[in-house]
């Protein structure tokens, strides 16, 4: 039986670069399927897309992801252009799909070391 995509989501990351801002950080998502098998396949492009949130809120970024990601309606731009990319990695490893079927997969928000730090320093008490 054929492996297929179980599910998606995001690697986020903390953008270091350009000025640096004491309000709000740009966080870089780096979107990726998840077989069936377990393997992660992710975009080709360091950061699929970037999202601004204000420092003071990281704790819920994953709510700030959602909304950019408009999981509800088709992908569009920049978002489009990135499932495109994992759809043809995952076409050269056998598995047939196209972006809107990704897109509405379950999803999922996996923050790096750092940012998960970042998020933790202003979790609510």
Avoid: Y
């Avoid at 396949?41 to 970037?50: E, F, N, R, V």
């Avoid at 809120?57 to 495109?84: D, F, H, I, N, Q």
């Avoid at 970042?118 to 008490?125: G, K």
Wanted: contains cysteine; charged residues 25%.
């Amino acid at each position: 039986m054929p492996e297929s995509v179980r599910s998606i989501g995001a690697t986020a990351s903390l953008n270091h670069d350009g000025a640096e801002d004491d309000d709000f950080a740009l966080v870089d998502l780096r979107l990726f399927a998840l077989t069936d098998g377990g393997e992660q396949i992710d975009d080709p492009q360091p950061a699929s897309l970037s999202v601004r949130c204000a420092r003071d809120k990281l704790a819920a970024l994953e709510l700030s992801v959602l909304m950019s990601m408009r999981l509800s309606r088709p992908p569009t731009g920049v978002r489009l252009e990135a499932w495109e990319r994992v759809c043809e990695v995952l076409a050269a490893g056998g598995i047939e799909t196209d972006p809107a079927t990704l897109h509405a997969l379950k999803f999922s928000l996996v923050p790096d070391t750092e940012l998960r730090d970042a998020q933790q320093a202003v979790w609510p008490s």
